[in-house]
């Protein structure tokens, strides 16, 4: 499957089948116990290159950002416009559905009386009544002595609580550095860092803001920041997928 050749139908099919092979109870798991979960090889290298290949090709997109004019870090992203490339807009209508079960579960754990529907299309829905209604699926794109800074992807009130990022590029030989990180702020303690190894293809699903700790006197909220560190050498390319829109 290419992101230019395949029509929508077929890259919906796609999506919709390689994300219904992955162990789902594990990486569920994995996002309670620990705020994030890799979905190896969730994208094949072609896929990967014709997807980082979008980014010079401004008609794709609606926006541009240099980090550094924001104090968000150095390097530079783009969003999507819409319609979504048929392959990113297919993965996150797949992905949604498995990730909004989760998210229910923690916002029942959490005491958040707020669920989530079952299809990504009817959660849009309710983005747009609170008018947002901007595309969140970014492209970012990093060299030498880039970074992002620790930060929260909300972009409105309406927030859903998990999203997902695809390497795009091979680390050792298109880049080196250039780790993604998860912090995790708990209550009266220390922070936590989590570094995530990820190669080529390779997914990783994270907590957005909060999630649910079980404690000795029940569950609490831990508050979730995510970044890049600096990337040393070569050049790097992620692809993002947010599942609300923007105001």
């Given at each position: 499957?290419?992101?230019?050749?395949?029509?929508?139908?077929?890259?919906?099919?796609?999506?919709?089948?390689?994300?219904?092979?992955?162990?789902?109870?594990?990486?569920?798991?994995?996002?309670?116990?620990?705020?994030?979960?890799?979905?190896?090889?969730?994208?094949?290298?072609?896929?990967?290159?014709?997807?980082?290949?979008?980014?010079?090709?401004?008609?794709?997109?609606r926006?541009?950002?240099?980090?550094?004019?924001?104090?968000?870090?150095?390097?530079?992203y783009?969003?999507?416009?819409?319609?979504?490339?048929?392959?990113?807009?297919?993965?996150?209508?797949?992905?949604?559905p498995?990730?909004?079960?989760?998210?229910?579960?923690?916002?029942?754990?959490?005491?958040?009386?707020?669920?989530?529907?079952?299809?990504?299309?009817?959660?849009?829905?309710?983005?747009?009544?609170?008018?947002?209604?901007?595309?969140?699926?970014?492209?970012?794109?990093y060299?030498?002595?880039?970074f992002?800074?620790?930060?929260?992807?909300?972009?409105?009130?309406?927030?859903?609580?998990?999203?997902?990022?695809?390497?795009?590029?091979?680390p050792?030989?298109?880049?080196?550095?250039?780790?993604?990180?998860?912090t995790e702020?708990?209550?009266?303690?220390?922070?936590?860092?989590?570094?995530?190894?990820?190669?080529?293809g390779?997914?990783?699903?994270?907590?957005v803001?909060?999630?649910?700790?079980?404690?000795?006197?029940?569950?609490?909220?831990?508050?979730?920041?995510?970044?890049?560190?600096?990337?040393?050498?070569?050049?790097?390319?992620?692809?993002?997928?947010?599942?609300?829109?923007?105001?």
């Amino acid at each position: 499957m290419t992101i230019h050749s395949i029509g929508s139908k077929a890259a919906v099919q796609s999506a919709q089948t390689r994300v219904a092979e992955y162990d789902w109870e594990m990486l569920a798991g994995e996002l309670s116990n620990h705020g994030c979960a890799v979905m190896e090889k969730l994208l094949t290298p072609e896929e990967c290159r014709q997807i980082a290949g979008l980014y010079p090709q401004e008609e794709h997109f609606r926006s541009h950002v240099h980090m550094a004019r924001h104090g968000f870090g150095k390097g530079e992203y783009r969003y999507f416009r819409y319609p979504l490339p048929d392959l990113i807009g297919a993965l996150r209508s797949a992905l949604y559905p498995r990730l909004a079960a989760v998210a229910n579960d923690w916002n029942e754990r959490m005491g958040i009386a707020l669920r989530y529907p079952a299809e990504h299309a009817a959660f849009l829905k309710q983005c747009h009544e609170q008018g947002q209604t901007r595309p969140t699926p970014l492209l970012l794109q990093y060299v030498p002595g880039d970074f992002n800074c620790l930060h929260q992807d909300l972009y409105g009130d309406l927030a859903f609580p998990l999203q997902v990022a695809i390497l795009l590029s091979q680390p050792g030989k298109d880049f080196t550095g250039g780790e993604f990180v998860l912090t995790e702020q708990r209550p009266r303690m220390q922070s936590r860092a989590e570094v995530v190894p990820l190669r080529q293809g390779d997914a990783v699903a994270f907590a957005v803001h909060n999630r649910p700790v079980q404690g000795t006197k029940g569950n609490y909220r831990v508050n979730l920041r995510h970044g890049v560190s600096r990337l040393r050498s070569g050049m790097r390319h992620t692809v993002g997928i947010i599942f609300h829109d923007a105001k």
